[in-house]
């Protein structure tokens, strides 16, 4: 079991920078790889970002790719999501959630989740 707590969000004009954090909870941190969702009103909750347990493997959805970098410390049981060059399209509630490492860094199908945590960018 894993419990996870999000951070960071808030209000941002567009062309701004936030940093969403994660902090993990429970059993071993480095056991899982993390992710970061977000749903934006109206839409389905779509995969943003993933870091496999060391950090080695990361993937991105394309339309964030050159602004947003996800980055993990295991150390500090944390997750981060740093997001640059803001748009107002970026504009939703952003999750963070977790899965048992395995061979592939999967974008869906994850088992833990976060409260979320609210981005918005105005325009």
């Known amino acids: 079991q894993v419990q996870l707590v999000e951070s960071g969000g808030g209000v941002v004009q567009a062309g701004g920078s936030l940093r969403l954090s994660c902090a993990a909870s429970g059993q071993s941190f480095s056991a899982y790889d993390m992710g970061w969702f977000r749903q934006a009103p109206g839409k389905e909750r779509e995969f943003v970002a993933a870091?496999?347990?060391?950090?080695?493997?990361?993937k991105y959805v394309d339309s964030v790719k050159g602004r947003f970098t996800i980055s993990r410390d295991n150390a500090k049981n944390t997750v981060y999501l740093r997001m640059n060059s803001l748009k107002p399209e970026d504009t939703a509630v952003y999750y963070c959630a977790a899965r048992k490492t395995e061979w592939v860094l999967r974008t869906s199908s994850y088992d833990y989740w976060g409260q979320g945590t609210q981005v918005t960018v105005s325009s």
């Open positions: 870091i496999n347990w060391n950090g080695g493997y990361i």
